[in-house]
């Protein structure tokens, strides 16, 4: 049996027009997506660089400060426990709200407590309890995202997917800007009402856990997923350990099972490495290059998050007009291509202008890259029993390059010099792209099912 050829496909899914490609934007399910975007992206600066920023105004050394790391491991490890999340019944929460909606408002309950837990520490006085609260705020953190990511896979459908991504992402970046810049502005306020500094990071850091509430009530407001509803249903009668066990074996053995699962694992590891080598380098890049620390600050931090909002729903805009193939190539080329720009700002040397245009360009084209990365990514999570697990498989994995494959990246830029290793770092997408054409020519993306979004 032969697969139809590829080119017919574009025959019977018309393109979409550009206003219906707008519009998706509005849709209630995307504004779900997005509000639950918001609640993920607040605390995950709560347990890391503000909390490093407090820890420092209290007098805590260094060597301690660094320690805190570590405290980032649950996000790395989630994994291990979306068999849980994706099996498990909670008590009450699961009966009164549905199997998503009832693990995201169990969940958004248990973050709220950890970062109030967090607020009431004391760093200069018990560095471990901050670091126990840390943890905790971490953990509860990484299983709000397990069960949003499979909330926002299982409830948009495949027209909405892109869209719902990217919406998701630019939110996510503004809840981590709120609870970065946001609680230095307000910690800055409540100290200049004559309140002591320790007592005002309390307070906005209980500011932070109210934010999360905005979840809480958007879980509340939303719908149960119908693939949800209908795999709830199927596993009613089926023992906690079995479902668990379900779960996680379940979940692996059906990935592995399909043809070419292990070049499309290799494909998950590959596609955002050129991103993840030439961005390991970027901060000392600009600080080498000349650029003070205000200039990183208000430029990267700030340009950046602009462009990478843009961006986010540029990518979202592109997957909906073409096919999942065509709007992966067009990312993969675009990410890699950008890294140019820094190769023509370490030529030109300090310019503001030429430093925020070459921001600019890399995190439009990034955020293009990411939001079509993680389209593909729900498309290839399509069972309802294994959703949050598979899931949070394959986003371990697209961490790899930027956490293992890219720590070399350093060497080759002291051995290269900067020019040239952001013209290594276009290279290095090479992998990835004749992963592309091989899963291409082997109708990977028609097995996926219509995943024209």
């Known amino acids: 049996m032969t697969s139809a050829p590829e080119t017919t496909a574009p025959a019977l899914q018309p393109r979409a027009s550009w206003r219906e490609s707008m519009a998706v934007y509005t849709q209630p399910r995307v504004l779900i997506v997005l509000l639950l975007g918001l609640s993920s992206g607040l605390p995950l600066a709560l347990s890391g660089s503000t909390l490093l920023v407090w820890m420092r105004e209290s007098g805590v050394d260094l060597g301690t400060i660094g320690l805190f790391a570590l405290v980032g491991t649950p996000y790395t490890l989630k994994f291990l426990w979306a068999p849980l999340v994706d099996a498990l019944h909670v008590p009450f929460f699961t009966r009164q709200f549905g199997r998503r909606r ?8 248990l973050l709220i407590g950890a970062i109030l837990l967090l607020a009431l520490t004391d760093p200069a006085r018990s560095p471990l309890f901050v670091a126990l609260g ?83 009530v958007t879980a509340l407001a939303a719908t149960e997923p119908e693939q949800s509803a209908q795999a709830e249903a199927a596993t009613r009668d089926e023992s906690a350990f079995a479902r668990v066990l379900q779960a996680a074996i379940g979940a692996f053995s059906e990935f592995l099972a399909r043809k070419d699962a292990w070049a499309a694992l290799a494909f998950v590891v590959l596609f955002k490495f050129t991103d993840a080598f030439s961005g390991t380098m970027t901060a000392p890049f600009v600080i080498d290059l000349g650029f003070t620390r205000n200039d990183y600050a208000a430029i990267v931090k700030g340009v950046g998050l602009a462009a990478t909002l843009i961006g986010g729903f540029a990518g ?74 598979q899931y949070a498989l394959l986003t371990a994995l697209a961490a790899v390059g930027r956490t293992y494959l890219s720590a070399g990246a350093g060497y080759v830029a002291q051995a290269t010099g900067w020019p040239m290793f952001f013209v290594i770092s276009v290279v290095v997408a090479v992998p990835s792209l004749i992963l592309l054409i091989w899963l291409q020519r082997r109708a990977h993306f028609e097995m996926l099912g219509p995943v024209r979004v």
């Open 102 to 109: 009832g693990w995201l408002v169990f969940s958004q309950l």
């Open 316 to 389: 979202g805009f592109v997957a909906r007009r073409y096919s999942l193939a065509a709007s992966l190539w067009i990312g993969a080329i675009l990410q890699a291509l950008s890294n140019l720009a820094f190769s023509w700002l370490a030529i030109i040397g300090v310019n503001q202008w030429a430093l925020a245009l070459a921001i600019s360009v890399e995190n439009f084209t990034s955020a293009i890259g990411t939001v079509i990365f993680v389209a593909y990514l729900s498309a290839l999570c399509r069972n309802p029993l294994h959703t949050a697990t």
């Open 134 to 216: 840390a943890l905790l705020v971490a953990a509860m953190s990484s299983t709000q995202d397990i069960v949003v990511d499979a909330f926002r896979v299982e409830s948009l459908p495949e027209s909405e997917q892109a869209a719902g991504m990217a919406s998701y992402v630019a939110a996510y970046r503004i809840g981590m800007l709120i609870s970065t810049a946001g609680v230095l502005f307000l910690v800055s306020a409540f100290e200049s009402t004559g309140i002591a500094r320790s007592t005002a990071w309390m307070w906005g850091y209980v500011a932070m856990a109210a934010m999360v509430l905005i979840g809480t």
